[in-house]
């Protein structure tokens, strides 16, 4: 099975409803995950090369994150090359932003 056809299979199964909530529930744990490794980092600078469970926590609710998106893009009918074309045009904008900063 591939990771799309998995999404698929799981979003089918539970439908928009709960999975909307579901990426509420994700996100919010994101938010929790970034304050607390902000709050861990106020004091001491933030290493890229050192082990941070702090930094692990993110990783892990990006992923939960994405995989609620990727349903919820599959059940909305919602495309990756609109989402990547919609990216595009925000990356551009804010390249233009900071060259007139
Ligand atoms: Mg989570």
Not at 12 to 17: I, M, S, T, V
Not at 65 to 83: A, D
Request: net charge negative.
């Amino acid at each position: 099975m591939t990771t799309e056809q998995k999404i698929q299979r799981i979003a089918d199964h539970y439908g928009y409803e709960p999975q909307s909530r579901q990426l509420v529930e994700e996100l919010s744990e994101l938010i929790q995950a970034v304050c607390k490794h902000n709050r861990a980092y106020e004091e001491r600078p933030i290493s890229v090369s050192c082990d941070c469970p702090e930094r692990d926590s993110i990783a892990e609710e990006i992923a939960d994150v994405c995989i609620m998106i990727w349903q919820i893009c599959y059940l909305l009918g919602i495309s990756n090359e609109r989402i990547d074309q919609i990216s595009e045009k925000k990356l551009d904008r804010q390249i233009r932003r900071i060259k007139n900063e």
